[in-house]
């Protein structure tokens, strides 16, 4: 599994570190956010989407916001980035994703640079301690790594950090 490692994943789980990547803001492509530079105000007006994999009722996008004394309206939490995009291409609800980790999934969204900068964050390889020692899945591990650090400094449309 891949994910965004932060401090609520398990100590439990084996990580590697695979990629940086920074979140971007994804609406359906004829949404009111899709027609020119999105304004922190305009932003705030829409309705969002939460990822949380642990289930929690804010994000790094809360905390900034709340110390600039705003606040998001969040109205559906999922758990993961695929059901963030799927709602948003479906509906006017707003997704925070990571940009280079959701490219082969925003094909027909529109995204869009965010108007608060947030910290980037480490796309990582996770895997259960069981499967530490197993042949076949280090050749996944090694073989999911070096794809991944081909591009490492690439972000989609061949941009560099």
């Known amino acids: 599994e891949t994910a965004g490692i932060d401090a609520d994943t398990s100590p439990e789980w084996r990580t ?6 920074r979140f971007i803001g994804v609406v359906r492509s004829d949404h009111p956010l899709s027609r020119g530079p999105v304004s922190l105000d305009h932003y705030l007006a829409g309705q969002h989407i939460l990822v949380s994999h642990q289930g929690h009722d804010h ?5 900034t916001l709340q110390a600039l004394g705003r ?16 709602l948003a291409r479906g509906s006017d609800l707003i997704a925070l994703v990571p940009e280079r980790h959701t490219s082969n999934l ?18 990582s390889l ?6 530490e020692a197993d042949p076949a899945h280090r050749w996944l591990r090694q073989c999911v790594h070096e794809l991944c650090s081909d591009t490492t400094d690439t972000l989609p449309g061949g941009h560099h950090r």
């Open 16 to 21: 590697r570190s695979l990629f940086r990547d």
């Open 71 to 86: 606040q998001r309206q969040i109205v559906t939490l999922v758990s993961g980035f695929s059901a963030a995009l799927a």
């Open 106 to 123: 925003r094909e027909g969204l529109h995204s869009f640079r965010l108007p608060v900068p947030l910290p980037e964050l480490t796309i």
């Open 126 to 131: 996770l895997w259960h301690p069981r499967m």
């Open 59 to 63: 994000s790094r996008m809360d905390d």
